[in-house]
């Protein structure tokens, strides 16, 4: 994703949230951004929410949000911000949507599959 980024011409701004978590305030903003439920946000396969769970799905927001403030690797991501929008970036390629440069030409990913073609318009 940020060979895609990278490829618009714009150096993104990294916040790596495992050393700097966002502040409840920025992480109930982001999620509201992106217009999505906060469950959409939490990444539970293979974390510690599969044992804080325990069989209880019904958490509230505010009790989600605050796993994530005190397990930040409980946060889904990438979050991707610009003024065109916020996302949560998952495939990569959902970035293109919210990136205001055009492509400055064809971009693959390391696993071979074209995201942009030479023109710069998605594959």
Do not use: H
């Not at 999505?36 to 799905?57: A, F």
């Not at 959902?94 to 073609?117: C, H, M, N, S, Y």
Request: hydrophobic share 40%; with cysteine; charged share 25%.
């Amino acid at each position: 994703m940020l060979g895609l980024i990278r490829n618009r011409g714009e150096e993104p701004t990294l916040i790596e949230y495992l050393k700097t978590p966002p502040n409840r305030a920025t992480l109930k903003a982001l999620i509201a951004a992106m217009g999505v439920p906060v469950c959409e946000v939490l990444r539970i396969k293979g974390t510690l929410y599969e044992e804080l769970d325990q069989g209880n799905s019904k958490w509230s927001d505010g009790e989600l949000i605050g796993f994530m403030l005190r397990y930040p690797i409980l946060i889904n991501r990438p979050i991707v911000a610009t003024p065109l929008g916020t996302r949560l970036c998952r495939p990569s390629e959902a970035v293109l949507d919210i990136l205001p440069q055009p492509q400055r030409g064809a971009f693959t990913k390391e696993d071979g599959e074209a995201i942009v073609d030479a023109k710069g318009r998605k594959a």
